[in-house]
Structures are given as C-alpha cells and as structure tokens.
C-alpha cells in the first residue's frame, strides 16, 4: 500500500530539515501541513503558547499523553533542561514508528522515553517502571473522550502534585467538554482557557490547569 500522510510528512522532514536542528523540524512539519496536507500536531500557534508554558514552568519531569508524530516532544524537549526526564506514551505503532525517526532527526532520541501503549495501562504503572515520583507538567493530545478519564487516573496514582501544570489541546476542536468542565469546576486546579487557531483559520485553544495539591 502506499505510504501514510505521516510517512509523508516523514520523508519531507527528512529531505528539507537539518539534522540535529529541532527548530527546523517543527519548521519543516508545520510548512508542510500548510502548503501541502494538514496533520493533527499541535502547530505553530498553539505551539508558541506551550513554548510560554514550558519555559515559565522548566519542568523536571514531563508527561505527554499522544505522541502522534512527536511534533509536540520536539518542541517541548528543545526547551527543557539537559537532565530533564520526558515521557510521551503513543498507542498506534506506525505513528509512534514515525516520531521516533523524527525525534532521532532532531537529535533529541536520547531526551525522550516512547511509550507504545493504551494510556490508561501505563499511567498505574509510570512510579514503578519510570521510576517517576510526580509530574512538573502534562500536556494532554490523545482522544479526546479520554482526557477526564486520565486527569483522574493521574489524581489517583499520585502523580500531580501542587504547582503541576497540566495543558490540554483541542478544548474546542475536536473539543473536550468534559474534561474542561471537571478542571473548570472541581476545585482541584486553577484552570484557564489559551485561544488559539488550527492552521491561522480553524478556532481551537487549550486549557491549561495547575494542581492545586
Ligand atoms: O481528533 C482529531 C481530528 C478530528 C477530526 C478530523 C481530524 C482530526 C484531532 C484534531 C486536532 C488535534 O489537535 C488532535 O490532537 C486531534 N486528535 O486526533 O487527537
Ligand atoms: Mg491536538
């Protein structure tokens, strides 16, 4: 069969970005979804507002749930520090087949620990196989319909603690009522909205939460 738009997008990182240049990366993977096929990695804007997140937050340990093509790993680990641990957790095996390549192009492999699995399995086990304590920050990027059950399942193994910052995309495209009403409302966050638009046009935003402890 022919190759997958991610393997697409693939093969244009790989022949027009520099290796070992992450800001080249997201550069080639946003230009390609403007001018050739859209994909579902966060993107420039939204991307530029969890650049502010991150580098106000300098997380020491960081969680991504969705990897996808592993758009949004780059562009977090290019701004943590050197001893910082990074965890992304992707289910799908061709897409997480693809962001290792990309993560490898930016030289980043060695920043990031891939996780092929359900979310909902590894969270229970991330203290003892990860030998994690607690996250600084979470961003949130998988299915949509499990972003509540996964905030909850974090509360529940102990690994929000207070001031984690947890960022979750698409609250209004694809949209995550739900869960945006539960970190709205629970009282267990600090909880606010960050407008910002799918390829300049389509309105998205993400909630971001900070745990109250
Ligand atoms: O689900 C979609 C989707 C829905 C409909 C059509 C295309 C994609 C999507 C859209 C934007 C995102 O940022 C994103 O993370 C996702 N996703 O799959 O997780
Ligand atoms: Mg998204």
């Known amino acids: 069969s022919d190759m997958s738009k991610e393997r697409r997008v693939l093969q244009y990182v790989l022949q027009t970005a520099s290796r070992g240049d992450p800001d080249s990366v997201l550069a080639a993977v946003d230009k390609y979804g403007r001018e050739k096929e859209w994909n579902m990695s966060v993107g420039d804007e939204k991307g530029a507002i969890l650049d502010r997140f991150v580098k106000e937050r300098a997380p020491q340990t960081m969680l991504e749930l969705g990897t996808y093509m592993g758009y949004s790993a780059v562009r977090m680990v290019r701004l943590l520090p050197q001893g910082a641990k990074f965890i992304t957790v992707e289910v799908n095996q061709d897409n997480a087949a693809v962001a290792k390549e990309i993560i490898a192009f930016a030289g980043l492999q060695d920043r990031i620990i891939q996780v092929l699995a359900e979310t909902a399995e590894v969270i229970p086990q991330l203290k003892s196989k990860f030998n994690v304590e607690s996250f600084d920050m979470v961003f949130i990027d998988h299915w949509k319909d499990f972003y509540l059950r996964d905030i909850k399942l974090l509360e529940q193994n102990k690994l929000l603690r207070k001031g984690t910052v947890v960022v979750a995309d698409n609250i209004i495209f694809p949209g995550a009522p739900d869960y ?34």
Do not use: Q
């Not at 409302?185 to 939460?209: A, L, Q, R, V, W």
């Open 180 to 213: 945006a009403d539960y970190v709205r409302t629970c009282g267990k966050y600090e909880s606010t909205f960050h407008e910002g638009k799918i390829n300049g046009k389509k309105p998205d935003g993400m909630e971001k939460s900070v745990y109250r402890g």
